[in-house]
């Protein structure tokens, strides 16, 4: 059976088990087995832990000047 494993996840045991949401964002690497992952939790605005986006910037990745754009001949998403 297929599962998926997390690793390094800072505070994922402070999210209640009821009353979040707890959503993963991860890029599609070409040629790549597994790559960064962004783990949130949305939770109720009284968590006594959260935080809002833009609150912890070192968290955040760095912008690019380039856009991604669709190369349908590599099937993936590229920095143009």
């Not at 707890?22 to 790549?32: D, N, Q, W």
């Not at 605005?45 to 070192?58: I, L, Q």
């Amino acid at each position: 059976m297929p599962y998926t494993q997390a690793e390094g996840v800072a505070n994922l045991n402070l999210v209640p088990e009821t009353g979040c949401l707890v959503a993963i964002g991860y890029p599609k690497l070409a040629g790549g087995l597994g790559g960064y992952a962004c783990y949130i939790a949305i939770c109720p605005a009284d968590w006594k832990y959260g935080v809002s986006v833009g609150e912890v910037p070192e968290a955040l990745l760095p912008k690019s000047d380039k856009i991604l754009q669709w190369d349908a001949k590599q099937g993936i998403r590229v920095r143009k």
